[in-house]
């Protein structure tokens, strides 16, 4: 059940994806650069409506009690640190510039052009490099 579950949700998630247009580097692009006189307010006013659903739907299993044991969301006890702010700064630049995320990325790879195999590769050594300093840390 819990596999079917999260597969259900990563159909519906990719299918977002597709939908909102959040898949097209150039389109990324132009929401990035709000200066630019072809700005796209799509992808932020998408941000914000993901923002209000996913708000309101944990607000929800919150007040009816069942987030606990939920397959879907699982509370974050860890408080805002400068490693969580790092990695959201970087994956901002990393989007505004390249106009890929993580799973933009892995979808645009049905594509097979090469800009998002390369995306892909160093994006996959990036997580690694990570990994590495995050063990050599703790030692």
């Known amino acids: 059940m819990k596999y079917l579950l999260n597969i259900i949700l990563g159909i519906i998630f990719g299918l977002g994806l597709l939908v909102s247009d959040f898949c097209n580097p150039q389109k990324i692009g132009k929401a990035a650069n709000?200066?630019?006189?072809?700005w796209e307010p799509s992808i932020p006013l998408t941000l914000v409506s993901v923002a209000a659903v996913s708000g309101g739907l944990f607000l929800l299993l919150q007040k009816l009690e069942i987030y606990p044991d939920s397959l879907v969301y699982q509370r974050d006890t860890e408080k805002l640190n400068d490693k969580i702010l790092a990695g959201?700064?970087?994956?901002?630049?990393?989007?505004?510039?390249?106009?890929?995320?993580?799973?933009t990325a892995v979808l645009n790879l049905s594509l097979a052009k090469w800009e998002t195999v390369?995306?892909?590769?160093?994006m996959t050594g990036g997580?690694?490099?990570?990994r590495i300093i995050s063990k050599t840390r703790e030692n």
């Open 34 to 38: 709000v200066l630019n006189e072809f």
């Open 88 to 103: 959201a700064i970087f994956l901002g630049v990393g989007w505004g510039l390249s106009g890929f995320t993580p799973s």
């Open 118 to 122: 390369l995306f892909f590769i160093f």
């Open 127 to 130: 997580l690694l490099l990570g």
